[in-house]
């Protein structure tokens, strides 16, 4: 599909970059193919991942995700998992190169999964020796204590109408009750270590495991919080992780009152403006008792997150 079949209407919200065509406005889709003879001349092709951005779920992930997409040398696996029903790891592998989206050779291709953060980590770790190079990992940290508030709210939220065996398989059996206190604490009042949206905040207990596979030098933490305060140095920290060039300005993004988070405002990326109503949610009311039970709990694996991984008390204030 080319430029020439969009509606006139549109044409001035229309842009090219590299193999694709961004789109703004009501017309849908809103990322398409470039024309073939522009596939040719750029030499389009699928590439396997060579970045890989594993989570954290409730810390930023999605944004972080659209905001590297906007990056010129930047093409983005948004969501797309690797396929594990296939008989053999060669079938799979195949099956998830043919899943991927066409990048220039000048072009990275970042794969956003959260689950090979937690369930699905055991597949990219199958998957790392049928890789073209080691690859490097992306990650998105929050204040865990904060994050399990927001996976609460977000779980509340979903699992309305949703019958008991769903939500068991979609919040990985962890029972949601009449409020956040009645759901974390046990009966003498400490806190339920076997909820899996409290073990998602033992960040360093899951990272262990990557620093494994991969080399500490290609694994790079960035602080949730800071993002949400201000998205521009974490995104700098990124592409030079990355070793791209300098693109991210402080014109790209611009703060929304209304909504309390930034929006994303790039000419040649119409597509991309701010996120969903389902960011930026009210978190429920948690008292302090409850919140420092929690924050107690995480520090000893906050600590040890930040003497394992080399991490800064200044870059992450919720170490401490």
Known sequence: MNENIIPRTFRDRVSRQGCY????G??????????????????????????????VKKSGTTTLAKYLDLHKQIVLANEVRI?????????????YYLMMPLATP????????????WLNRVWLFRTLPYLPDVPKILVILRNPAERAISDYRH????????TKEKKAHLFQGDVIKSNFEETVLLPNGSINTSLAFIQKGLYV????????????????????????????????KAESFLSLETFYQDNHFIYDKKK????????????????????GRKHP?????VLKKLEAFYQPYNRRLKDEFGLSSADFEWIY
């Open 205 to 236: 207990t899951h990272l262990s495991e990557f620093a494994r596979l991969i080399p500490k030098e290609h694994i790079l933490i960035l602080n949730g919080n800071e993002f949400a305060k201000d998205p521009l140095p974490i995104l700098r």
């Open 260 to 279: 309390k988070f930034y929006c994303a405002k790039v000419s040649f990326r119409p597509d991309l403006t701010c996120m969903g109503s389902y960011k």
């Open 285 to 289: 009311t948690v008292s302090r008792e």
């Open 26 to 55: 009501a017309i849908e889709p809103k990322i398409r193919l470039a024309p073939s003879s522009i596939i040719e001349t750029l030499k389009c092709e699928r590439r396997l991942p060579s970045v890989f951005l594993i989570g």
């Open 83 to 95: 396929p594990y029903n296939e008989s053999t790891m060669e079938g799979t592998v195949h099956r």
């Open 21 to 24: 065509i961004y789109l703004g």
């Open 106 to 117: 000048r072009q990275v291709v970042v794969a956003n999964y959260p689950g090979y953060y």
């Open 155 to 162: 779980m509340e939220l979903t699992g309305k109408g949703l």
